[in-house]
């Protein structure tokens, strides 16, 4: 059995409406919140938890913009209302 390994992708990037923190550190950008897209059917609370307390997870797309996205689908499970559609944040404008 042979093992196949690559090098991770690198991503570049020419303009970014915001300062990329140094490697290993976290920084907020962008302005707008996941209540900001909260679908008119879920509650904040059921919105929050469908997106970021839910048995599931999300997915780094890269090729969605310029700099990626993360994107999360079909959230939700147990007493969570479900997220049909799903919810994005762009890496590119920071939206």
């Known amino acids: 059995m042979s093992m196949l390994t690559s090098a991770p992708a690198?991503?570049?990037?020419?303009?970014?409406?915001?300062?990329?923190?140094p490697s290993g550190q976290a920084a907020l950008i962008g302005s707008n919140f996941a209540e900001n897209v909260r679908p008119p059917t879920h509650s904040a609370f059921d919105w929050d938890y469908a997106l970021f307390r839910f048995y599931g997870g999300g997915t780094f797309v890269d090729d969605y913009s310029a700099?990626?996205?993360?994107?999360?689908?079909?959230?939700?499970?147990h007493a969570v209302p479900p997220n049909f559609g799903g919810c994005l944040f762009d890496f590119a404008d920071a939206a």
Not at 67 to 77: F, N, P, Q, T
């Open 10 to 21: 690198t991503l570049s990037v020419t303009s970014l409406p915001y300062a990329l923190p």
């Open 67 to 77: 700099a990626g996205a993360y994107v999360v689908a079909g959230s939700g499970g």
